[in-house]
């Protein structure tokens, strides 16, 4: 019995372990369609708050529907440009050009928003 315990205790570890690893790590992606204002702007936006706010500590993956439309399946995208944060959790989903700063950041969990 004592082993068994070890062996959880020890897997119990190495989640918490990996779970630590990836708390300050953010994996998103954004669906754009094509070179459009709005694609432009939200993918500018974005850079410039994740520059700011998680230099060194985020993945952004690009994705144009134009190009692959059969990844927005996955994701259930129903509108670009649209931010998915799969890391760390919760999965969060924001719509639209990345221009209201404070929205965004509420959606990747950085900061309140204001009057709440």
């Known amino acids: 019995m004592k082993e068994k315990n070890k062996i ?3 897997a119990e570890k190495l989640n918490m372990t990996v779970s630590d690893l990836n708390k300050d790590r953010y ?15 939200a993918l ?11 230099e060194g500590r985020y993945e952004l993956e690009v994705i144009d529907l134009y190009q692959n439309p059969s990844l927005a399946i996955g ?5 670009a440009p649209t931010l998915i944060k799969d890391l760390p959790l919760p999965f969060r989903r924001i719509i639209g050009d990345m221009s209201n700063k ?10 309140e928003v204001k009057g709440k």
């Not at 994996?27 to 432009?40: A, H, N, P, Q």
């Open 8 to 10: 959880k205790s020890a």
């Open 27 to 41: 994996i998103l992606r954004l669906y754009i369609t094509g070179t459009t204002s709005r694609s432009i702007l």
């Open 75 to 79: 994701d259930q995208i129903i509108a």
């Open 102 to 111: 404070e929205k965004v950041l509420f959606g990747l969990d950085l900061k």
């Open 44 to 54: 500018t936006n974005l850079k410039k708050i994740c520059e700011e706010y998680l």
